[in-house]
């Protein structure tokens, strides 16, 4: 039993498959048990989201997921997609060894640029980490991913929206049917398993899941403890520490830190 299979916590399945005499892979999910976790993740941690933040979200969490379970196994990767005129920047991470993804809204110090940037990080086993950076317009994750793929991914895709939480990726392999790919509608993309000869690849699970805990923000906030412990806690006895990936809150005490930092100590002599 993998790890994934053996957690207790929730998962769902994307089925892909490849669609013959097209040479497209088809993958596609109705994302509603994912959005369930994403909205306990939401009450858990008291964080408010508006409605324009959260639709943003929602989409990009479906696209990159559908995204992650087209790559290999053994990648770790992470989109963020920076929109401009409003500000907002969309956090995606995930793990496709472990069907895991993420994802957070940032608001607040985002960077101002001439044009929106869509960027991915990813790693692949040992090797270094792979960045890439490409320009897109208007305000849809779709379409950003799209654009994505036509410049970095040397290969071309379309993501669809074919209910209001049900989203889908057709992605070109060598040889495919360029005038049929273009011309694909919602609707012919919900026909496809009966228009087409479409035959099942794999179902990979995916889950809700960041990987944050009380040790890895301890882990992080311990060089600025060492350097100042004024400035991280300013006079206050405790604090409270967001999560980069997924905005989850943690409560750090300064009696917690201390014994964190001769722990730290005793286990390096």
Same mark, same amino acid.
């Given at each position: ?9 929730? #998962? ?109 990080? #990813? ?147």
């Amino acid at each position: 039993m993998s790890e994934l299979e053996s957690t207790s916590e929730p #998962v769902f399945s994307i089925v892909s498959s490849f669609v013959r005499g097209r040479n497209v892979l088809l993958a596609k999910a109705n994302f509603s048990d994912l959005y369930i976790d994403y909205y306990l993740h939401l009450k858990d941690n008291g964080i408010e989201m508006d409605a324009e933040s959260d639709q943003l979200l929602k989409t990009a969490l479906a696209a990159f997921a559908l995204h992650c379970v087209s790559r290999p196994r053994n990648e770790v990767l992470a989109w963020t997609i920076n929109f401009q005129k409003p500000l907002l920047n969309l956090f995606l991470g995930g793990d496709t060894e472990m069907g895991a993804v993420v994802g957070r809204v940032f608001t607040e110090n985002v960077k101002e640029a001439e044009e929106n940037i869509f960027y991915q990080e #990813v790693v692949r086993g040992n090797k270094p980490m792979h960045r890439s950076v490409v320009p897109f317009e208007g305000r849809d994750p779709l379409s950003a991913a799209e654009m994505f793929y036509e410049r970095s991914e040397q290969r071309p895709a379309r993501f669809f929206r074919l209910e209001e939480e049900t989203f889908a990726i057709v992605s070109a392999h060598p040889d495919y049917d360029e005038d049929w790919f273009a011309a694909l509608s919602v609707e012919d993309v919900k026909a496809l398993d009966t228009t087409e000869e479409v035959n099942i690849l794999e179902t990979r699970r995916v889950k809700w899941s960041c990987g944050c805990n009380q040790q890895r923000i301890l882990q992080a906030l311990l060089p600025v403890w060492k350097q100042s412990q004024d400035e991280l806690f300013l006079g206050e006895e405790l604090i409270e520490v967001n999560c980069p990936r997924c905005s989850a809150k943690y409560r750090i005490s300064r009696e917690t830190m201390e014994a964190y930092d001769q722990d730290s100590k005793e286990s390096t002599d």
